[in-house]
């Protein structure tokens, strides 16, 4: 198995991936050079474009999903391979070259002087870098507002899918996590379950090839489905 690390405070970089061929080995280079200290999985959730391959020729630490099983399963895949495999931290970073690794040590240094359970990569607190899609954003807004309403807390960047968390959450999300779309509702729940989030500012970048999980009409099914999955959250 490719990186094994000496760090005492073990930090995981989970890096889910359904046809990223494009861009995961870039993916991958990027926190080998900008993070090295970090240990990383792939979970290739069934790709067909020659990922599993890609990984697969370069040696790269990966786990392959039988079936496409979407972004939820995939992640709590890796949370699973954290809580399996002792680490003390692990971090979401997506396949597809939109999150900068250069963050990750500074991600990681404020979970651990700190007292949050998870912190979020938030490319809305300089306004830094690419700031996704008009609509979109006006999506994030109604989340950021949804959230605080349920619990009190601002998160100015809820759909980021750049976030840490401590041994505590790994155990929690390897036992249960949301199929798709999770980030919002899993905010929620850390929330409610007493912990708290912080945010620090990051630059994002565009997505380097391929497109988008949420087309058009999954975007109206994203903003009826999240939006009652945080609700439910926060109630139970």
Request: aromatic share 10%; proline share 4%; net charge neutral.
């Amino acid at each position: 198995m490719k990186h094994v690390s000496s760090d005492r405070r073990k930090c995981l970089v989970i890096i889910p991936a359904f046809n990223e061929a494009g861009a995961i080995l870039n993916t991958v280079r990027d926190i080998e050079k900008n993070a090295p200290s970090f240990d990383y999985v792939v979970i290739n959730d069934n790709s067909f474009d020659g990922t599993r391959e890609i990984l697969e020729e370069n040696s790269i630490n990966h786990v392959d999903l039988p079936i496409n099983s979407g972004i939820g399963a995939a992640v709590q895949t890796g949370y699973l391979y954290a809580s399996r495999y002792g680490y003390t931290a692990a971090i979401q970073v997506d396949g597809d070259g939109q999150h900068d690794a250069a963050f990750l040590e500074e991600m990681a240094s404020a979970l651990y002087e700190s007292d949050a359970g998870m912190v979020i990569g938030s490319r809305f607190i300089e306004k830094d870098g690419f700031q996704s899609t008009g609509l979109r954003r006006v999506g994030i807004r109604f989340f950021t507002g949804l959230i605080k309403l349920l619990t009190g807390a601002k998160v100015t960047d809820p759909t980021s899918g750049m976030r840490i968390v401590g041994k505590d959450i790994i155990d929690i999300f390897a036992f249960d996590y949301p199929k798709d779309y999770p980030e919002p509702e899993t905010a929620v729940v850390i929330l409610k379950k007493g912990y708290k989030i912080k945010e620090i500012p990051v630059k994002m970048k565009k997505r380097e090839t391929g497109k988008s999980s949420i087309s058009p009409i999954r975007s109206i099914y994203y903003m009826v489905k999240v939006p009652l999955a945080c609700i439910l959250a926060a109630w139970g």
